[in-house]
């Protein structure tokens, strides 16, 4: 019980936190970073078990490959724009009103991680399609249907 409480508190800590300094500025970015590679690793996992779970169809005119594409391009959609969202209208707010160019700055960290995420994924998702071709993730990418 004292474990939890004592977790319980730090995570009150941290999101109470009020960024004043140029410092505390760079901890956020760092930690925002890392967010952003989270959030890559989890789309690029999720479009794979997505692709995975949509079965092959054996009819004459299959849609599962477009299925899978429609699925890879949503997460790839959402992705980047829900972290920008979180960023901007959450994250954002644990920076001091009065510090214009703290804010300045974190700005252009969430459009450089929200863009990084963007390109990261379909990067990497046009590579793995392309190392597995004989999976139904490689089928993302594949320009036969």
Same mark, same amino acid.
């Given at each position: 019980?004292?474990? &939890? /409480?004592?977790?319980?508190?730090? &995570?009150?800590?941290?999101?109470?936190?009020?960024?004043? /300094?140029?410092?505390? *500025?760079?901890?956020?970015?760092?930690?925002?970073?890392?967010?952003?590679?989270?959030?890559?690793?989890?789309?690029?996992?999720?479009?794979?078990?997505?692709?995975?779970?949509?079965?092959?169809?054996?009819?004459?005119?299959?849609?599962?490959?477009?299925?899978?594409?429609?699925?890879?391009?949503?997460?790839?959609?959402?992705?980047?724009?829900?972290?920008?969202?979180?960023?901007? &209208?959450?994250?954002?707010?644990?920076?001091?009103?009065?510090?214009?160019?703290?804010?300045?700055?974190?700005?252009?960290? #969430? #459009?450089?991680? /929200?863009?990084? #995420? &963007?390109?990261?994924?379909?990067? *990497?998702?046009?590579?793995?399609?392309?190392?597995?071709?004989?999976?139904?993730?490689? /089928?993302?990418?594949?320009?036969?249907?």
């Amino acid at each position: 019980m004292q474990l &939890l /409480t004592t977790h319980l508190s730090s &995570l009150t800590i941290l999101l109470a936190r009020i960024i004043k /300094t140029p410092r505390q *500025l760079e901890e956020l970015i760092t930690e925002t970073w890392l967010w952003a590679v989270v959030i890559l690793v989890v789309a690029l996992l999720a479009s794979w078990i997505v692709a995975s779970s949509i079965s092959y169809s054996g009819s004459a005119n299959p849609q599962d490959g477009k299925q899978r594409r429609t699925a890879f391009w949503g997460l790839g959609v959402a992705a980047p724009v829900l972290f920008f969202l979180v960023e901007f &209208l959450y994250v954002k707010s644990f920076i001091a009103a009065s510090k214009e160019m703290l804010h300045t700055d974190f700005m252009r960290t #969430i #459009i450089y991680t /929200t863009f990084m #995420i &963007l390109v990261l994924y379909i990067g *990497l998702g046009f590579v793995l399609s392309k190392m597995f071709s004989q999976t139904k993730y490689g /089928t993302i990418f594949n320009s036969k249907d």
